[in-house]
């Protein structure tokens, strides 16, 4: 066990788990879409400490965290969707529909080309990473379209767009 547990998969554990305690602090006061960033942290933690417990016993963690892409490619569509439209008003839900699209299309990948459940194509991965880029773009986009009176480095949807540009950004490479 103590090599699965490094101390920078600690620390990220710690991260994690500090992030939700201050979302579900916050909950009530928090809009749809950072409420169902909450869920999806929650989801993460729980497939993180699964997968931790699944190397120690089957020495592949592959499975849990290729059966996490398609959650998170519906939970990110619907994140995006909301914040599109707390921003900008805008009643499209294409991050939604893309969303699903993403998932079945990973969930279709995993099932045709898993072997003997432990291997898994990257290919899921980059698809995740290719929704959240364009996510991000598409939410600067309206962004930039739609100025707001606040400050732009005190608009969380600016942080949020930013992080995931930077994070899936260098995942994708």
Same mark, same amino acid.
């Given at each position: 066990m103590a090599a699965?547990?490094?101390p920078g998969y600690l620390f990220y554990l710690i991260i994690l788990?500090?992030? /939700?305690?201050? &979302? $579900?602090?916050?909950?009530r006061r928090l809009a749809p879409s950072y409420k169902t960033l909450v869920y999806l942290l929650v989801i993460v933690l729980i497939?993180?400490?699964?997968?931790?417990?699944?190397?120690k016993y089957k020495m592949s963690n592959h499975f849990v965290f290729h059966a996490l892409i398609p959650f998170q490619?519906?939970?990110?569509?619907? /994140?995006?969707? &909301? $914040?599109?439209r707390t921003k900008t008003g805008l009643r499209s839900k294409i991050p939604i529909y893309i969303g699903f699209f993403y998932a079945l299309v990973s969930i279709t990948i995993s099932l045709l080309s898993a072997?003997?459940?432990?291997?898994?194509p990257s290919l899921n991965i980059s698809l995740l990473s290719?929704?959240?880029?364009?996510?991000s773009l598409l939410l600067y986009y309206h962004l930039i379209n739609n100025p707001s009176e606040q400050a732009l480095m005190t608009q969380s949807e600016f942080w949020y767009a930013t992080a995931n540009l930077v994070f899936f950004a260098g995942s994708f490479l």
């Open positions: 699965v547990v490094s788990s500090v992030s /939700i305690v201050i &979302g $579900l602090k916050d909950f497939s993180q400490l699964a997968s931790t417990i699944v190397v490619s519906i939970f990110y569509g619907y /994140i995006f969707t &909301g $914040l599109l072997r003997d459940g432990i291997d898994f290719i929704l959240m880029i364009s996510s």
